[in-house]
């Protein structure tokens, strides 16, 4: 068994760190995600929604292809990439990213400073939608997906005046080399900035500010198609899986921590057995 061991300045042993203490531990966070989850909760739906929609796709794949030639004239290509409004609204997108980030940056510094074991809701859950930005947008979609898939984009494909052919959703191919399609990294983005403001706005803002942003997140989304960047099964799994890994964060770093101080509570307050 492979362990750790290091010696406190006062000489003391810590605790030792093994593999079974790590499996242990990953056990425990199964346990956790898995514990009392139904059909009807955010995890199950985004998993099934992720299925679903992968499933489409891959028995379907000419939908990608119907979607994309909406965009697509023989003579000027994806015209609609060369449009000055449609840029600025991609480059906006930069900019309000960086600003939910700082703000959420700061919810998480004004939470550091609140009384020990006192830390506020809305600190947490700034601490899950920046995990989330990592791991789903970051790990998942670029570093992963993006980087590994190969799948080469509309522009590059051709039926829309590139020279590779066409790859559907979750075949790994050999047809683009670097940044390729398969997902939609800017797509990751505006379903993330979506999930932030409904997680850090006050429940009475919520009808105004979550059906902006989705409106935004959506034009985004719809833009990267029109500028032959994405398909459609590009574009919505993107927002699948970053809502699954959302929904996942939340149940291990909010629900669950806090349906364990319940039980805690109800068992404090059983009479002792005899």
């Not at 000489?11 to 346990?31: C, D, I």
């Not at 489409?56 to 449009?83: E, K, M, Q, S």
């Not at 480059?91 to 600003?99: G, R």
């Not at 979609?141 to 590779?164: A, C, H, Y």
């Amino acid at each position: 068994m492979a362990h750790i061991t290091t010696d406190t300045p006062r000489g003391r042993a810590r605790p030792r760190v093994s593999w079974h203490g790590l499996r242990r531990e990953a056990t425990r966070v199964r346990l956790s995600l898995a514990a009392g989850l139904r059909l009807d909760e955010p995890v199950a739906v985004a998993a099934l929604v992720v299925l679903a929609l992968s499933v489409y796709f891959i028995v379907l794949p000419g939908v990608d292809l119907a979607v994309t030639r909406l965009f697509y004239d023989v003579d000027g290509g994806f015209a609609l990439a060369g449009d000055p409004v449609l840029k600025a609204l991609r480059k906006s997108s930069t900019y309000v990213l960086l600003t939910i980030v700082l703000g959420l940056l700061g919810a998480v510094v004004l939470g550091l400073r609140a009384r020990a074991g006192r830390v506020p809701r809305y600190s947490r859950r700034a601490l899950v939608l920046l995990a989330g930005l990592a791991i789903g947008p970051g790990l998942i979609v670029n570093g992963l997906l993006k980087s590994m898939w190969g799948r080469p984009r509309p522009i590059q494909v051709d039926q829309f005046g590139g020279e590779t052919t066409f790859t559907p959703a979750w075949t790994i191919s050999d047809g683009c080399a670097s940044n390729c399609s398969f997902v939609s990294g800017e797509a990751s983005s505006a379903a993330w900035m979506v999930a932030a403001v409904f997680l850090m706005t006050p429940p009475e803002w919520r009808r105004w500010t979550v059906p902006a942003v989705v409106i935004y997140g959506a034009a985004l989304s719809l833009n990267r198609m029109a500028f032959g960047g994405h398909f459609l099964s590009d574009t919505l799994l993107s927002w699948a899986i970053v809502g699954l890994v959302l929904a996942v964060l939340h149940r291990l770093m909010l629900k669950c921590p806090v349906e364990a101080r319940r039980a805690r509570r109800a068992q404090r307050g059983r009479p002792q057995a005899a």
